[in-house]
Nanobody, 115 residues
Framework: QEKLVESGGGLVQPGGSLRLSCATSGFTLDLYTIGWYRQAPGKQRELVAIIGSGGGTTYADSVKGRFTISRGNVENTVFLQMNSLKPEDTAVYYC?????????WGQGTQVTVSS
C-alpha cells in the first residue's frame, strides 16, 4: 500500500524555521519526483518545491532562498526546510510523489506563521 505521511508542522513566529518530513512507503522513492504543495484557506493548492529523481530542484518564486527540499539520509524520507517564515506561508502543506501514471498524496500538515 503506497503511503505518504507528513509531519513537522506547527505554530511558529514570523522569521522562524520549521522542517517538514514526508515519510514514504510502498513504492520505490528513488524513481519518483517528490513535490511539496500548500493550500491556504480560500486559495488553490500551489507548488512550493519539487525534487526530481536525479536530484534537480525547482522552487516557487515566493520561497526561493528560504526553503530547501531534500531527499534525506533516512530511507524513504523527503524534507522541506523552511526558514525566514512569513505569515503568508501559513497553509496546509502536502507531499506528493509522481512517476509515470502513479500519483500519490499525503494527508497534509498544518503550518501557521503568526506572532
Amino acid at each position: 500500500q503506497e503511503k505518504l505521511v507528513e509531519s513537522g508542522g506547527g505554530l511558529v513566529q514570523p522569521g522562524g524555521s520549521l522542517r517538514l518530513s514526508c515519510a514514504t512507503s510502498g513504492f520505490t522513492l528513488d524513481l519518483y519526483t517528490i513535490g511539496w504543495y500548500r493550500q491556504a484557506p480560500g486559495k488553490q493548492r500551489e507548488l512550493v518545491a519539487i525534487i526530481g529523481s536525479g536530484g534537480g530542484t525547482t522552487y516557487a518564486d515566493s520561497v526561493k532562498g528560504r526553503f530547501t527540499i531534500s531527499r534525506g539520509n533516512v530511507e524513504n524520507t523527503v524534507f522541506l526546510q523552511m526558514n525566514s517564515l512569513k505569515p503568508e506561508d501559513t497553509a496546509v502543506y502536502y507531499c506528493n510523489a509522481q512517476y509515470r501514471e502513479y500519483d500519490y498524496w499525503g494527508q497534509g500538515t498544518q503550518v501557521t506563521v503568526s506572532s
